[in-house]
């Protein structure tokens, strides 16, 4: 069985900060991850995924993510946070080969202040 | 190229009353999942439908919830006898299949029981 704790349910940034959006997983193979953003009354987009090649992952919009088994870790960062940036952003785990549903985190909501 | 699609958009229902929520996957994808989100319970698997193997039902919360796939393509989750905790946003979901672990969410369908 799998996994996702994020920490901070809100954080909050000023605009031209750094983002860091945090996730710890569990899972007992080895997991594929996930990034999503969601904007107010839409679906989820992808923003990035690990899937056991680079343990740094860039994606979408200049966000970027780590692998780190040693932590569980797969901590979402961005240098510099712009308005557009404020969504929730959820944190997912597919249990390795073989699975194929997404085990969600409870998300964390972006704001952005100006 | 065009995205999953949902329909409807927004769904009031009384409580009691059958309700059909319709999917359109990306053209080609063979895999099509549907999920739950609601404030409480956050984002939950419901089923998986993968070419024309059975599906996996594990998530459904009660026999109330069924769902199908016609043609490979559209899918139909239909709830029966609805009730206030059915209230949520159903969002369905479609990958390429086949060892692609990507998922592509539509904007859902927001469900209110009254």
């Known amino acids: 069985a799998q996994s996702v704790t994020q920490l901070g349910s809100h954080v909050s940034v000023s605009e031209g900060a750094l983002v860091l959006l945090r996730c710890n997983y569990s899972?007992?193979?080895?997991?594929?991850l996930f990034w999503y953003v969601q904007y107010p009354n839409q679906g989820l987009q992808l923003l990035l995924k690990y899937t056991s090649a680079a343990t740094l992952v860039k994606g979408i919009n200049g966000f970027e993510a780590e692998f780190k088994k040693s932590e569980t870790s797969f901590h979402l960062t961005k240098p510099s946070a712009h308005m557009r940036d404020a969504a929730e952003y959820f944190c997912a785990v597919i249990g390795g080969a073989g699975s194929y549903q997404l085990t969600f985190g409870k998300g964390t909501k972006l704001s952005v202040i100006p | 190229g065009a995205g999953v699609s949902q329909s409807p958009s927004n769904k009031v229902t009384e409580k009691g009353k059958d309700v059909e929520l319709r999917c359109d996957p990306i053209s080609g994808h063979t895999a099509l999942y549907w999920y739950r989100q609601s404030l409480g319970q956050g984002l939950e698997f419901l089923i998986y439908?993968?070419?024309?193997?059975?599906?996996?039902k594990s998530g459904l919360p009660s026999d109330r919830f069924s769902a199908e796939r016609t043609g490979g393509s559209v899918s139909t989750l239909t709830i029966q006898r609805t009730q206030q905790e059915d209230s949520a946003v159903y969002l369905c979901?479609?990958?390429?299949?086949?060892?692609?672990?990507?998922?592509?969410f539509g904007p859902g369908t927001r469900l209110t029981v009254t």
């Open positions: 439908f993968q070419g024309n193997s059975a599906p996996d």
């Open positions: 899972s007992s193979v080895p997991p594929y």
């Open positions: 979901a479609s990958s390429p299949g086949a060892g692609s672990y990507e998922q592509y």
